[in-house]
Every structure is written in structure tokens, then in C-alpha cells.
């Protein structure tokens, strides 16, 4: 287990790397970015910048600072507003980012799973026709679409909620709801079809034979073991939950690093853009690896080869 | 003379798809007497599996017993309600099926699935289960039965995880044991080992256990009555002396003929039987061996066949010709 | 037992060769006739077909026919609905006219009997205190109060004017968009944009994928293992922000987005075409065939590609709505393609800048993207079990 462990960070620092390396060679090659001596700044970017990457260095020199600061968690000044860094931005926008995908991961599992196992208890009746009817329109209709029909419907007509900002409660409802409905209706066909799966394994019979009541036969034994897909999608579900809400923060206008990263991009604040990528990576690769080892907890057959391995 | 533990009576049950109905048994009748192991053999269609599993009513869902009964201590099986099948199940009927990687919960440990049974059908603690999960482990002979309650089945061989199921199915001291090919998944040399547990535990525990198998060797050597199926039907009947002496249906001969005689030294061909199970979307109408039976007359197609006196078969009719080596047998 | 008695005939031997006439009934199909049928048995599918096939021609000769170019403004016609309510006046000297109103900036608009969108009607000077403008037909005035919402149109005796029923915008069948181009052949431009980036990037990712893929598994091995664990490393890097970067690098366009869509997406084609390889080159009808003396060049037309084609088609089939997807959603952020061009994700940001005026602009881009990936959802769904051998019967 604990070798698991420190094999997969390990892979996890060696894909950060490559990120880094990546991120900062790709934006090198932007006519005007961060790197590139002749620019129009205002002097004390300009100054910030130099003080931290020594603009006048050899490629490889300022890359090798770039990698320190990353090491000691610091991602530089912003590109284009004077005295902020970039810490700063991700520091101001975490907090709302993190809500809105926690709020979408619980929807996610929440509503996802029964719905499927509805459908699946159901097969070919109408609770089944029904789910997988809204499951299909989920995964079809892009997530900005949900969120302005959402937001047209509920906030501009109907007015039971807010149009904007995240004052109460009932602000969350429609930004989580539109970041999460497409793996919503993923995880209902996921476990629904998972579960048809199962229910034709022998030990559901077994189960049945051992005269235990339904119950205890889907929810021992059906669900567990139909629940291990679903969990395995949990990492790429969680990855997509932040990056789509890039646009579902937009669209609600909501503070979180999202929006500070779709302005960087419109303002071509190159090491906004840089650094949010990279912070972006490395969150998304911390929370596939917790997903992952709640995999490895819920299904013993993968800890033995793991560790015979 | 006791009375039958179970007594099967014209069960039929078919299956419905979008091709049609699929009559997998057609009117099959046995009795099982306590403390008696009884053999059903047949090819892998002949309904055999299906026979038991309408017993337990644990059928597919496009599965459905159209009519007969099956009783079952006095009562009808096919007649209780869905709560008391399943306090009867497990607990007074308990089954054991052919393939043990795929019978047991692969994310529970065995220990967890063996206790889950007791704690349904005995008002018992979790620590007493857990030490008659122990016991069970030590009657069917895993060793170092504690630690292994904690072990899950993929950290079993296929013998060990066969044990696991049967020590799962006399959880409750059940009155009849199911055992569906419960060595066809085995390696051969644990084939027998398992066959002689179950040999061993059914005349200790006085128990009934119905054997499922396609293999003739396994039925000779522990049961002490045969059923031989084909075509969703019985064909023969009878005590495992006498069927195996002189076995009076062709498809019973033809069975027996195919299986290798390690004492026969006279190093003739085994014979297998041509031809293949009839399709049971449209069962035929006369005889359903008729196709493959070395002797058919126009008779046999002509009509079904009943029971004389334990065997389907044409050729057992008074007036029929005589056929040598079926229906005239050689001077003893 | 039965004691009916046999006719003596019935004991007669049978004669075989008349029993065995019967032969199994199901005709034998090749395995891409049995596809095709299945494919064609799945309704959904068929739509989908018919769908993509429609939208396609829409694509490619829509705007040929089109009296408009996605790029003709016209301020003067600018946010006109797809539908209106016309209304009528008649002056004294006998000509009427037809005009509608439209509800949200409260203009006038002159339409034929026929539903033409004519011109913008010029009205006197607004009252902007009492929020009401007057217009003048001939001799009748009528008056446009918008003090309170719905606005209304009044005669001069003050009485409320009433339309004459829906009509449908003959000129602008889509209605206009906030700079009065035509909404339809701007759809169509952005369908034919979005397909092209999907299909193409497709296609990019469809040959990167079979190339490393198919030299990661049939090489085996070392180089395999490398391979692999190089995808394994691409695969936990969040690849829309790849998307995103390579197109701040590049700057927005056509070419980009294939590009950056087309170089980042193959990971999963990789993955399949390695797995199907190693498979296949493990069955035993491959070795059989090789035993068979069958060369490398027959068993790999004869034998692999044949059969991993299937998954093959059905990965493209489903990488096609995510490049539209992507492809939109970048669009939507503002870095697709550059105006005055658009796609489908331009179009619905465009839509959602007007919502709160105009929110029938977002109809049509959004039923438009949301059912193609509906029916390149349902194709590959219909393909994939209709590939399945598993469920051949």
C-alpha cells in the first residue's frame, strides 16, 4: 500500500515536471509573453518580473528560476496588474472554485447513483425510460447551454434565484447544477448499466440462494460491486468538474480562479495563464489520486496484485 | 417407508425471449428421499439446472414454471409466498453451484459471506456465528479455518473456494443440499476430493443432496438413485445398480458408452452419440432422442413416449420388436 | 402403462434419410451484413444518420443558396425575431400597412402581406418622460407606450391596437442577430466550421492515434512499455488546459483549433489501437493462420484490421461530438475562430451576451449543437451494438 503510494506521487511529481516544462516552453514561444525582453510593460511589472525571472538571462537560467519558485510554491508577479501575484489570484478565487466542485462532486454521486440504480431496478419501465430519456439529453447538451437555459429559465423569468453572485444559498443552485449535470447523467448510465451488469453475475444468485432479502442482495451485494466503474470514472469526473467551471463561473459571473483564468486569457496575462495552468494540474492530479486509492479500498482484488506487483 | 423430503411432479418451465417461448423442461417428475443423494445426469440443455433452479424459484427474469409442484416437507413449493421461499432457502434448501470463481462475492470476505447466511436464518450473535463460521471451515476441511475467514475468494484456489461454498451451504443444516456440477470447474484431482467431502458430510449430517452432472463417473460412485435427462424431460429412472447393469433407454447406453472403462482391456473405440440436443423453441413432437437413437421407429416420432416402468422409450412397449441390447438383454 | 394398442406399421424402422432432411433454417450473413442490419434495426441510429446527412448538405451548400453572407450587416434590421405578430393600418385613402413590433428595443418594422421584412418605420421624436412614441400612417396616428411592460400600440381614440396572428419572418426565416445578419446562414457557416474542426481533428488524432498505437503493440516489449507509460503521463495532464495554452500560443483561428484539438486528443486512439493489436496478436486464429503459412501483409489485411476496425469506427464516432464540444467550447470563451466568422460556440456566446433582450437568439445554436451531439451520441451507441459480436443471435 504505502509503496503504491509513494510509486504514484512519484509519477505524480514526474508528470508535474513535465507540465511545468511544457507550460513555460509553449508560452516562451508567444510573440510578446512572459520571457521576451522586448515588450511594452509598465515599469514595475517589468521590474517584478526581472527581480524574479532575470529577464536578461539565458532561456535555460530563467527556466531554472521559474522551477524554484514553483518548488517553493510561488508562481511569480501577474503579467498585467502591478503588485499582485499570481498566489494572490488563485488565494482570491480557491475558495468559491472549490465550493462550486465539491457542491458538483456531491450532485454528482448524490443524484447519479440512484438515478441509476432507479433505472436499473426498473429495466424498460417508464422510471427506466424516464432516466436514461434526461440521462441522454444531460450528456448531449453542452454544459454552457444547461447553464444559460438555467439561467434564462429560473433566474430571468421565474426569479427564484439569483441571477448572479453567491450572497445565499440559493446562488450555488444553478452554477452546481449545470457544472454537474452532465456527469450526473454519465454516472446514472454508468451505474445503471453497471448494475444490469452484476445482477447477472453468479454471486447475486448465490446471494438470492442464501435466502438473504433483496435488500441486503442489491445493497451488499449489488452495489458494491457496481459502484467500482463509477468510482474508477471519479478521478477524470472531478478533473472536468474544475476545468468546466471555466465557463459555468463566467457565465454566472461568479469570483472564482476560473473567471481569473479566462481573463487572463482575454487580457494575455501570460504568467496568470502559466501559473493557474499549473496549479490547475496539480490539483486535478492530488484529487485523481485520492480517488484512486478509495478505489483501491473498495476493491480488495486490486490490493494483492498491486503489492505481489 | 418414509415418505419423500421433496417430490417433483410434472414441473415445466419455459423461458420467453423475442424468438418465442423455449421449453427448457417438459413435465419432469422425481422424488428425493431423506438421507439419500440422487443424481440427475444429462448433456448441458437437457434442463437439468433448470429443473433445480425452479425448485428453489430462483429462475431468470424471463423465466417462468407454467405448471406442477414440488413438495417440499409436505408443502408446495411453487405455492408459498416470496417471504417464505426465502426463509426456506439457504436455511432448509441450500445450493451449491458449478462455478466457485464466479459464486462468490469477489469484494467480501469469505468469512463475512458464510456469517451473513447463519445471522439470516438463526437468531444467533455475531460472535456465535462467527465461531460456527470456524466450524463449518474445519467440517469441510480449510485449514487454519480462523485466519481464513478473512481472506477474500480471489486469495483461494478453486478446490479451497468450492469448500468455502459448501461450508456456506450447511450453514444452516439444511434438509436437502442442491449441488449443481459442483466439480465440473474443478481440476480433476480435486474433483474427486470434493465429490468424497460431499459423500462424506451428506451420510454424516443425514442430509439429502440432489447431484447435477454430466459425468456418469461422478453419479456411479456416491449416488443411490439416477434421473437421466434429455430434452427438457426424464428418459430413465431408477436405482444406480440396476441403471448402470442394465440400462433400458438407447440414450442411457449411449451415455455409457461413451464413458472410458479404465478396467476394459479389450481396447475398443469409446462411441459417442451423433448429432446434437434438440433445439427447445420447437421441441419435437414424438420422442426427443428420436434423431439421434440409433433404433428409431415410425412410432417415435410419431408420439411421446411415456414412462415404462422408469424408462421413456418406444422399445419398452409389450408389442414392440424386440431390439437386442435394448429391450432383450443377454442371458445374465 | 398406455394400453392403446400400436398399429404394427409404427414399429417399422425409420427410414432416415427423410428425417434428416431438415436443415437449420437461419441464413448465414457475413459479419458486415449482419452489422448493417442491426444498424438499421436501431431507430435512433437511422435518425442520426439522417440528421448528420442533413446537416452536412446544410453545411456544405446552405450558403451557396442563401441570399446573405454570414458576413452582411445590417444595423437598421439588427435583433429581429424569427417570428412576429404583424399588425395592420389603413388610412382613410385606402392603403394599409403591415408592420410588427418588436417587444424588446420597441421599433416598428414594415412587413409584406407575404411576411418580408421590409424596413424599419420612422417614428417622431421619442417622449422619453412618458415613454411613448408616435407614428404616423397617412392620416392615422398610432402611438407606441412602453411605460409599462408588455409595450402596446394605441389608436387615437386610445383604444388598444391587436395583431393579426403569428407570422413567420420570410426574409430572416431565423430572425437576425445584434448586428442584423442573418441568424440561418450564420448557422450554417457555423455548422460547417464546427464540422470541419471535428472531422479533421478527427481525422489528426484518428492517424497520430493508429501510428503510436499500432507501434506501441506491435513492437511490444520495451519500447511498448515506454510508450505506454509516456501516454499514462499525457493521459493525467488536463488536456482541455493543453487546448487552452496551445491556443494562447498559436492565437485564435481555424487552423489553431484543429491543431491544438487534433494534437492533444489521440491518448485514447492510442490506447485502443495498442490493446486491440496486442489482442488479436495473441488469438488463435492469427497464430493459425500463420501456422497456415499465411504472411505478415494477409494477416494483418486479412485478419487484424478486419476485425479491429469496429472499436476502431466506434472511437471515432465518439471523439467527433467532443471535438465539436471542445471546439464550441472554446468559442464560447473567446478563443475559436475570429469574427465575423462563426461556429456554434461564437454563435451561443453571442446569444448569451442578448439573453436578457433577445433570449430567442440562443434557440437556435443551442438546439443545433445539442442535437448533433445527440445523433453522434446515438450513432455510436447504435454502432457500438451493432459491432458487438457478443450480442449476434
New interface residues.
Given amino acids: 500500500m504505502a509503496t503504491y503510494v509513494i510509486q504514484r506521487l512519484g509519477l505524480m511529481l514526474l508528470t508535474l515536471f513535465a507540465i511545468v516544462t511544457l507550460t513555460f516552453f509553449l508560452m516562451h514561444a508567444v510573440p510578446g509573453g512572459p520571457f521576451v525582453s522586448e515588450r511594452m510593460l509598465a515599469p514595475e511589472i517589468e521590474a517584478a518580473l526581472n527581480a524574479k525571472f532575470g529577464l536578461s538571462d539565458p532561456i535555460w537560467l530563467q527556466y531554472l528560476h521559474y522551477l524554484r519558485g514553483i518548488a517553493m510554491f510561488d508562481l511569480g508577479p501577474s503579467f498585467k496588474y502591478p503588485g499582485v501575484s499570481v498566489n494572490q489570484m488563485i488565494a482570491d478565487g480557491l475558495p468559491v472554485t472549490l465550493r462550486l466542485g465539491l457542491l458538483a462532486v456531491i450532485c454528482v454521486i448524490a443524484l447519479g447513483v440512484p438515478m441509476g440504480i432507479v433505472a436499473a431496478l426498473n429495466r424498460n419501465k417508464w422510471p427506466d425510460t424516464g432516466v436514461m430519456l434526461l440521462a441522454t439529453m444531460g450528456v448531449a447538451i453542452p454544459s454552457y447551454v444547461i447553464a444559460t437555459v438555467l439561467l434564462y429559465v429560473f433566474a430571468l423569468k421565474l426569479g427564484w434565484v439569483p441571477t448572479f453572485g453567491l450572497d445565499d444559498w440559493r446562488g450555488y443552485i444553478l452554477p452546481v447544477l449545470a457544472l454537474a449535470g452532465f456527469w450526473i447523467s454519465f454516472v446514472a448510465r454508468l451505474s445503471r448499466s453497471s448494475l444490469l451488469e452484476t445482477f447477472e453475475q453468479d454471486y447475486m444468485t448465490t446471494a438470492r440462494a442464501k435466502g438473504l432479502r433483496p435488500g441486503q442482495v442489491l445493497f451488499k451485494h449489488g452495489l458494491r460491486n457496481s459502484l467500482i466503474p463509477v468510482v474508477t470514472v471519479l478521478g477524470p469526473v472531478v478533473a472536468n468538474l474544475v476545468t468546466g467551471s471555466f465557463v459555468i463561473e463566467q457565465i454566472f459571473a461568479l469570483p472564482g480562479i476560473g473567471r481569473h483564468f479566462v481573463l487572463s486569457i482575454t487580457n494575455r496575462d501570460y504568467t496568470a495563464i502559466m501559473g493557474i495552468t499549473i496549479f490547475y494540474a496539480a490539483l486535478l492530479m492530488v484529487m485523481i489520486l485520492i480517488v484512486d486509492l478509495l478505489y483501491l479500498w473498495l476493491d480488495p482484488r486490486i490490493k494483492l496484485s498491486r503489492q505481489s506487483a | 417407508m418414509i415418505g419423500p423430503i421433496l417430490s417433483v411432479r410434472d414441473l415445466r418451465t419455459s423461458f420467453f425471449s423475442q424468438?418465442g417461448e423455449v421449453q427448457a423442461v417438459r413435465g419432469v417428475s422425481f422424488d428425493v428421499a431423506p438421507a439419500e443423494m440422487l443424481g440427475i445426469v444429462g448433456e448441458s440443455g437437457s434442463g437439468k439446472s433448470i429443473t433445480c433452479m425452479s425448485i428453489?424459484r430462483?429462475l431468470k427474469a424471463n423465466g417462468r414454471i407454467k405448471s406442477g409442484e414440488a413438495l417440499f416437507d409436505g408443502r408446495d413449493l411453487f405455492k408459498l409466498d416470496e417471504d417464505e421461499m426465502?426463509?426456506?432457502?439457504?436455511?432448509d434448501i441450500?445450493?451449491i453451484?458449478q462455478?466457485p470463481m464466479?459464486?462468490?462475492?469477489?469484494?467480501?470476505t469469505v468469512g463475512e459471506q458464510v456469517i451473513?447466511?447463519i445471522l439470516?436464518?438463526r437468531r444467533l450473535t455475531r460472535a456465535q456465528a462467527r465461531q460456527r463460521a470456524i466450524e463449518l471451515f474445519e467440517l469441510v476441511r480449510i485449514p487454519s479455518a480462523t485466519a481464513r475467514l478473512k481472506s477474500?475468494p480471489?486469495?483461494f484456489s478453486g478446490g479451497m473456494r468450492q469448500r468455502v461454498?459448501i461450508a456456506?451451504a450447511l450453514s444452516c443444516d439444511p434438509k436437502l443440499l442442491i449441488a449443481d456440477e459442483p466439480t465440473t470447474a474443478l481440476d480433476v484431482t480435486i474433483q474427486r476430493q470434493i465429490l468424497m467431502l460431499l459423500k462424506e458430510l451428506q451420510t454424516r449430517l443425514g442430509m439429502a443432496v440432489i447431484l447435477i452432472t454430466h459425468d456418469l463417473g461422478v453419479i456411479a460412485e456416491v449416488t443411490d438413485h439416477i434421473v437421466v435427462m434429455y430434452g427438457g424431460m426424464v428418459m430413465e429412472q431408477g436405482n444406480v445398480r440396476d441403471l448402470f447393469a442394465r440400462p433400458r433407454h438407447p440414450y442411457t447406453q449411449g451415455l455409457l458408452a461413451a464413458v472410458p472403462d479404465l478396467r476394459d482391456d479389450t481396447h475398443h473405440r469409446l462411441t459417442p452419440i451423433p448429432g446434437s440436443p434438440p433445439d427447445m423453441a420447437h421441441p419435437p413432437e414424438g420422442c426427443p432422442f428420436?434423431?439421434r437413437c440409433p433404433?428409431?421407429?415410425?412410432?417415435?416420432?410419431?408420439a411421446m413416449p411415456?414412462?415404462?416402468?422408469g424408462a421413456r422409450c418406444w422399445l419398452q412397449?409389450p408389442?414392440?420388436?424386440r431390439v437386442a441390447g435394448v429391450n432383450e438383454l443377454e442371458p445374465a | 402403462m398406455s394400453e392403446e394398442t400400436i398399429a404394427p406399421a409404427m414399429w417399422e424402422k425409420l427410414d432416415r434419410s427423410a428425417a434428416e432432411t431438415e436443415v437449420i433454417a437461419t441464413p448465414s450473413l457475413t459479419y458486415w451484413q449482419d452489422v448493417r442490419k442491426r444498424l438499421w434495426a436501431n431507430k435512433p441510429a437511422v435518425v442520426s444518420i439522417g440528421f448528420i446527412v442533413l446537416l452536412i448538405l446544410a453545411a456544405i451548400f446552405g450558403p451557396i443558396f442563401s441570399p446573405f453572407s454570414y458576413s452582411d450587416q445590417n444595423l437598421k434590421l439588427a435583433n429581429l425575431p424569427p417570428v412576429f405578430e404583424p399588425y395592420r393600418v389603413t388610412d382613410s385613402s385606402g392603403t394599409s400597412t403591415r408592420f410588427f413590433l418588436n417587444a424588446s428595443n420597441f421599433n416598428l418594422y414594415q412587413v409584406s402581406e407575404g411576411g418580408q421584412v421590409e424596413e424599419i418605420i420612422r417614428g417622431e421624436r421619442k417622449d422619453m418622460l412618458k415613454k411613448r412614441q408616435g407614428f404616423k400612417f397617412g392620416d392615422q396616428a398610432v402611438t407606441l407606450d412602453y411605460s409599462s411592460l408588455p409595450a402596446k400600440l394605441l389608436n387615437a381614440d386610445g383604444s388598444v391596437l391587436r395583431p393579426e396572428g403569428l407570422q413567420w419572418n420570410m426574409t430572416y426565416l431565423f430572425g437576425t442577430d445584434q448586428l442584423g445578419r442573418d441568424v440561418l446562414v450564420r448557422q450554417m457557416i457555423g455548422a460547417r466550421i464546427s464540422l470541419t474542426v471535428a472531422f479533421v481533428a478527427t481525422l489528426v488524432n484518428f492517424f497520430i492515434g493508429i501510428f503510436y498505437g499500432g507501434i506501441a503493440g506491435y513492437m511490444g516489449g520495451k519500447t511498448d512499455a515506454v510508450m505506454m507509460r509516456i501516454v499514462e503521463i499525457i493521459s493525467t495532464i488536463p488536456l482541455t488546459l493543453y487546448v487552452i495554452l496551445l491556443m494562447v500560443v498559436l492565437d485564435s483561428g481555424l487552423i489553431s483549433i484543429v491543431v491544438a484539438i487534433g494534437s492533444v486528443f489521440w491518448v485514447d486512439m492510442a490506447r485502443m489501437v495498442r490493446g486491440q493489436i496486442l489482442m488479436l496478436k495473441s488469438q488463435d486464429y492469427v497464430a493459425a493462420a500463420r501456422t497456415m503459412g499465411a504472411g505478415t501483409g494477409r494477416i494483418l489485411t486479412k485478419h487484424l484490421l478486419p476485425n479491429s476496425v469496429g472499436p476502431i469506427l466506434v472511437t471515432l464516432t465518439m471523439l467527433i461530438p467532443s471535438a465539436i464540444f471542445i471546439e464550441s467550447f472554446m468559442s464560447f470563451i473567446g478563443l475559436g475562430v475570429t469574427p465575423p466568422l462563426a461556429s456554434w460556440g461564437t454563435l451561443t456566446s453571442e446569444a448569451v451576451e442578448t439573453l436578457r433582450a433577445y433570449p430567442h437568439q440562443l434557440f437556435f445554436p443551442a438546439a443545433a449543437i445539442s442535437l448533433t451531439m445527440f445523433a453522434f451520441n446515438f450513432l455510436g451507441d447504435g454502432l457500438r451494438d451493432a459491432l458487438d459480436p457478443r450480442l449476434r443471435k
Fill in positions: 424468438r428453489l430462483l426465502r426463509d426456506l432457502r439457504g436455511n441450500a445450493v453451484f462455478d464466479t459464486s462468490l462475492n469477489p469484494t467480501l451473513e447466511t439470516r436464518h477474500y480471489h486469495e461454498m456456506m428420436a434423431p433404433h428409431t421407429m415410425q412410432q417415435c416420432v410419431a411415456p414412462l415404462f416402468d412397449h408389442e414392440a420388436p
